[in-house]
């Protein structure tokens, strides 16, 4: 069982920042591939970013390039999200999650490939 739990949202000016912080329980963290994904009212749970294993290799989704930034430190248990030059539509709530299969190679975007799931942060830009 893993348990993750999210923190650092809140209420930003657009072109704000706000880093996001994901602890997780459990001693194989390191085993486990780690996302980010948000949901906007109305709307589907979508892929932000994620990080391999050893946080050497990230994955974004196209809308958050250049602005946001996954790493990863093993040795706390955590995950952050680092959200730059923010803009009204990256108001949602923010969830990380747990990909625990640990024979998969790739950081998978799908919420279906994500076994565990925090109970998210709300994250509100306004203009």
């Known amino acids: 069982q893993v348990q993750l739990v999210e923190s650092g949202g809140g209420l930003v000016q657009a072109g704000g920042s706000l880093r996001l912080s994901c602890a997780a329980s459990?001693?194989?963290?390191?085993?486990?591939?780690m996302g980010w994904f948000r949901q906007a009212p109305g709307k589907e749970r979508v892929f932000v970013a994620g990080?391999?294993?050893?946080?050497?290799?990230?994955r974004y989704a196209d809308s958050v390039k250049g602005r946001f930034t996954v790493s990863r430190d093993n040795a706390k248990n955590t995950v952050y999200l680092q959200m730059n030059s923010l803009k009204p539509e990256d108001t949602a709530v923010y969830y990380c999650?747990?990909?625990?299969?640990?024979?998969?190679?790739?950081?998978?975007?799908?919420?279906?490939?994500?076994?565990?799931w925090g109970q998210g942060t709300q994250v509100t830009v306004s203009s």
């Open positions: 999650a747990a990909d625990t299969l640990v024979r998969r190679v790739v950081i998978i975007t799908t919420p279906g490939g994500y076994d565990y």
């Open positions: 459990g001693r194989t963290f390191s085993s486990y591939t």
């Open positions: 990080i391999s294993r050893s946080g050497g290799s990230t």
